[in-house]
Each structure stands twice: as C-alpha cells, then as structure tokens.
C-alpha cells in the first residue's frame, strides 16, 4: 500500500516538476554558468569558452559595459525603493479605508483600486504616456487648475524614473491594498475593545495595535513588492528606450537589450546573477530587521 | 464634489466622517481616472484629443479610432492568440497544480518539504534572470516564433502548486479514504471528489492565471522574434504607438488599450470575489 502511494505521489509530482525543473531551475543554473562563460547567444551553449570572472570585471569596470550596467543598477534601485516606500504606506492608508465600517463603500473602492491590478503593464505604459504628454496632457492640465505649471514628466531626466513609479504605484497598490485588509482582518477585535476601555484614541490604537501586529503582512507585501518592481520592463520598453541621457534604463530592460538583442550571453547573464544577489540580499536583510523588531 | 462633501457633513455633525467620506472619494477617482480617460479618449475625434485645454468628454462619441485600429494591426488575429495563449497556459496550470498540490497536500513521501520549498523558491525568481538562456533553450527545441514557444515553459508554476496544496490541506482525509476503499483511482480521486470541494480555489488559480498570460508581455516579445502573426494583443498595441509618429495617435492608441484591457477587466468585474478571497487566503494560510 505505502508503495503504491509512493508510485502515485511520483506520477502526480512529476509533470510540475519536470517542467519547472527544465523552465526554470536549468536555466536559472545556465545563467549562473554562463556568468563564468564567454558566450555569445546566438550560439549553441557548446561554443562558450570559460572566462573566470572576466565578466563580472566587465560589468563593473570603466568602459561603457561597466557604466551602463552600473547606471541600470542604480535606476533599479532607486526604483524600487521609491515603489516599496509609496506603496506600503498607502496600502495600509487605503486598507484601513476598505476595512473600517464608519462610512459605507469601503468594498466598492476595493473594487476600484484592485481592478487596475488587472490591467496589461502595457496598456497602463500607453495611458500614461498620453497622461504625461507635456501641453494636451490631463495631468498638466489639472496641476495648471491648482496653479502648479507644467512638468516634464517623462522628457526629463530628472522625472522620468520617478514618473514610471507613479504609473507603477498606480497600477500595483490595489493588490497590496488587498494584502493590507487580510492582515486587519487577523487582527482579533478584542484587542481594540480592550483599548478602546482604557482609553485609547484611534491614533493611539493604530500605533499600538495595527501597526505592530501589521508587520509580518507588510514584510510579505515588501518582498512581493521589490520582486515586481525589478520587473519593471514594458514603460521602459515601449516609451522611454531607457533615456532621456539612461535615467530609467533598468535592469530587465539592459539585460534583455545586452543579453538578446546583442546577443553577448555571458555578460547578460553576469548582469542577471548580480540581480539575483542583490535581491538575495535585500531580502535577507529585510527578514533581519524585522526579526530584530520582534525580539525587541 | 464640494457640495456633496458638504452637504455629508451637514447630516452628519461629525467633520471625521465627512473627512473620511471626501478622502476615499479621491482615492477611488485618482484610481479610476486614467482608466474613464482611456475610454473617453478612445471615442474621441482626432481633432478633440489635441485640444488644448482638454475636452473631457467627446462632444460627438465616435468609433473612428477602433476602425483606425484595425487598419494598423490585426486585431482579430492579436485577440486569438492572447486567447489561445492565456486558456491553454491555464488549463496546463490547473492540471499540474492541482496534481502537485495534491501530492504535496495529502501524501507523506520523502523529501517533501525539500521539494516544496525548492519549488516554492523560484515563485521569486524574476523572469528576467532566467531569459536569455530560456530562450536559446526554447529556440533550440524549434519552439522560437510559435505560440508553443510562449506557453510550453509556462505550463506549471510554483504560486499554482502553493495555492492548491493550501486548499486541498483542508479537505477531509476520511473522504478520500472512503474512496480509496472504494478502489478509486489517485487521479479519479482528485478530479471528481478533491476538485469539486476546492472549487472556488480553482476558479481563483484560472482567474489568475488567464489573466497573467493575457498580460504578460516580456516573454511573448523575446520569443517570437517579429513574427507578427503569432503576436498577442498585447504587442500588437505597441505598433500603435510608433504608427504616426508626432501626428495625431492619441485615440488610436487609446482605442487599442482599451480593446486590450477589456477581457481582463470583465473577467475582474463578474469574478473578483474570487481574486480576493484566493489572496486573502494565500497571504493568511502562508
């Protein structure tokens, strides 16, 4: 019986595995070989020729290789840093408006703010391109209503990064928003009541209740969070072509541009394996500081 | 909305409410905006969509611009295959998910929490860190430029397995036993007694998934290399972009947007009690 059981587990595992097995575990193991490897992609992964960490030095050295990658780094992130830090706040902002019940429609702007969630990352990019335009553009046109004059939005270097965050802010915060009210709802009420005896005001029950208890929510929202923003390729892509002067050239659109279409393998895959490490990184060390929270 | 906040906050003495009331309004407004323009603007006349300062709302609504889509690409052909490639993606999802989650839900063989946790990893690896040797290795099998080349890789996923093994955790042992007693088959029994009580589950991993591969867009682009009859709405739209350059494109380019968002969001509209109650789920139980 146990035998049969174990036949039926393998036969039930084995179409998951083996293909994540062979479209994401093998290639994942690729990228970090041919880190090592001088490789061009047009080539059968036979041709690469070992080059110890030549790569690497590349990617990080003085020529033009080094100070692209080096720029895109840097634009990532910044990127998600800024994203992190708007979206987590608003998420809990506009959690609390979903979850609380003083006045009505609190599900209705869930449903609102979740459904630019479903949106295509290139629809959203083509909107907010013609949201952007710099005279017909609504945006301009409402800030000259309040009396602030037109930005420049995507056109400049200095706003351009900070102009692709907003459109992804926009699109993303409904989900977390989601994230957000299951972790409210987690919260036993008796909390608040017994606060609310002892004579706690609502700020007061926030920062002592929600916000503490909210933590391990918002440590999985950060992570989902800095995961989607290193993805960031489609307004990239379709509107700025990385300009102007590199300001939002980022990491999966200069690893696909250096990767694909130069087709230099080996450095495209030193880039994705530096990705890799960063995230390991700054996910590892996000678990350290909230771990070194709750032991407080 | 001055006078309506207004007049809330007459009703009701408490300025926190009407405070309140005023600042969820704005969210939901900021958050439906560029949406209701992209539909406003779609249906525009050219002349309309340049106009400084904007017209809000078109004088005289027209479906000039989705005419002049369908000049420039094929809209028809696009929708197919974002159809075809999103259904079949799901449907190889649903299937390797739930057998996977089963295993992983209700069976005890050695190694499993190695194996799930090695799976559940690559949940968070980036597409992009995998690309360039995914698509030498796809190009290699002869699937670069074809539909299979876009949805063969992504026939199972680790979010799909986790899902799965969370709900089916929670179905009765004793039911299954009943029907291994029976002498009912392990894939009998997943199919007509496990999947039926983890339904809404289901329906949650399909929504999810159909909607993520109409979307996606990073892989289809790689892999099919230009070949523009197997492109999916979603890059067909951005030839819309560069078509009339400089001139006037802003209806064209938002009628396009608006014929891609449209599945998605209807999906979303009919079925979001199950998005929701299948994230809620997930971020709880994990």
Redesign the interface.
């Known amino acids: 019986m146990a035998k049969a059981?174990?036949a039926?587990?393998g036969?039930?595992?084995a179409?998951?595995?083996t293909?994540?097995g062979v479209?994401?575990?093998?290639?994942?193991l690729?990228?970090i070989w041919?880190s090592f490897q001088d490789w061009s992609?047009q080539t059968?992964?036979s041709d690469a020729s070992f080059t110890g960490l030549g790569n690497f030095r590349e990617i990080f050295g003085p020529t033009s290789v080094g100070r692209d990658f080096k720029t895109a780094l840097l634009n990532t992130a910044i990127y998600t840093a800024l994203s992190v830090v708007l979206i987590l706040p608003l998420s809990v902002v506009?959690g609390l408006?979903v979850y609380?019940r003083?006045?009505a429609?609190?599900t209705?702007?869930?449903?609102?703010?979740?459904?630019?969630y479903?949106?295509?990352?290139?629809?959203?990019a083509?909107?907010?391109?013609?949201?952007y335009?710099p005279?017909?553009?609504?945006l301009n046109?409402l800030l000259?209503l309040i009396g602030i004059g037109p930005q420049p939005w995507l056109s400049s270097p200095r706003s351009a990064l900070v102009s692709i965050v907003f459109l992804n802010v926009?699109q993303q915060v409904?989900?977390f928003t989601?994230?957000a009210?299951?972790?409210l709802?987690?919260i036993p009420g008796s909390l608040y009541e017994a606060a609310t005896l002892d004579g706690a005001n609502g700020r007061e029950q926030f920062r002592f209740i929600s916000l503490p208890l909210l933590r391990r929510?918002l440590l999985?929202s950060a992570?989902i969070a800095i995961?989607n923003a290193?993805?960031v390729?489609?307004p990239v892509?379709?509107?700025t072509q990385g300009g102007p002067v590199g300001s939002t050239n980022v990491?999966?659109y200069h690893?696909?541009r250096v990767?694909?279409e130069r087709a230099q393998?080996g450095l495209?895959?030193a880039m994705?394996?530096m990705?890799?490490l960063s995230?390991i990184v700054s996910?590892s060390a996000l678990f350290a500081f909230v771990n070194r929270k709750d032991s407080e | 909305m001055s006078a309506a906040t207004r007049s809330l906050s007459r009703k009701r003495p408490s300025g926190?409410?009407a405070l309140?009331?005023t600042?969820?309004l704005l969210?939901?407004v900021a958050?439906?905006f560029?949406?209701a323009?992209?539909v406003l603007?779609s249906l525009k006349t050219p002349a309309e969509?340049?106009?400084?300062?904007?017209v809000?709302l078109p004088h005289t609504p027209t479906l000039e611009a989705f005419g002049k889509v369908a000049d420039v690409i094929n809209v028809g052909r696009s929708m197919w295959n974002s159809l075809v490639i999103a259904t079949v993606t799901t449907a190889g999802i649903l299937?390797?998910?739930m057998?996977?989650g089963?295993?992983f839900a209700k069976?005890s063989?050695p190694g499993r929490s190695l194996?799930f946790s090695?799976?559940i990893a690559?949940m968070?690896?980036?597409?992009?860190?995998?690309?360039?040797?995914?698509?030498?290795?796809v190009g290699?099998m002869g699937l670069s430029a074809s539909l299979a080349g876009i949805i063969?890789?992504?026939?199972?996923?680790?979010f799909g397995?986790f899902l799965m093994r969370q709900f089916i955790a929670g179905v009765p042992d004793d039911l299954i036993d009943a029907a291994r007693m029976d002498g009912a088959s392990?894939?009998l029994i997943?199919f007509k007694i496990v999947a039926p009580s983890v339904a809404p589950a289901i329906a949650a991993l399909a929504l999810f998934a159909f909607?993520y591969h109409?979307?996606s867009?990073?892989w289809p682009?790689?892999v099919l290399q230009g070949n523009a009859d197997a492109y999916p709405i979603?890059?067909s739209?951005?030839r819309?972009?560069s078509y009339n350059r400089g001139a006037v494109n802003?209806g064209l380019?938002?009628a396009?947007?608006t014929l891609?968002?449209l599945p998605?969001?209807v999906?979303?509209?009919f079925l979001?009690r199950f998005?929701?109650d299948s994230?809620?789920g997930s971020?709880?139980k994990?």
């Open positions: 059981f174990r039926s587990a036969i039930l595992l179409p998951a595995v293909l994540i479209f994401v575990v093998v290639p994942m690729l990228t041919l992609t059968p992964f506009f408006m609380q003083e006045v429609g609190g209705a702007l869930r449903t609102v703010l979740f459904s630019t479903m949106v295509p990352m290139i629809a959203v083509l909107v907010w391109s013609k949201l335009a005279s017909e553009g609504p046109q000259g926009w409904g989900y989601v994230l009210i299951a972790g709802t987690q929510t999985f992570v995961i290193v993805q390729f489609e892509a379709l509107i990491l999966t690893i696909r990767g694909i393998g495209g895959s994705a394996v990705l890799m995230l996910v | 926190r409410k309140l009331a600042a969820m969210v939901a958050s439906a560029p949406l323009w992209m603007t969509t340049m106009q400084v300062p904007p809000w299937v390797t998910s057998m996977a089963y295993a069976y063989f194996l090695l799976l690559t968070f690896l980036p597409p992009i860190v995998t690309l360039i040797p995914l698509y030498r290795m290699s063969v890789p992504n026939l199972a996923n680790a397995i392990e894939l997943l909607v109409w979307n867009y990073l682009l790689t979603v890059i739209l951005s819309l972009l802003t380019v938002m396009g947007a891609a968002v998605p969001l999906l979303f509209v979001q998005f929701v994230i809620v971020a709880i994990g």
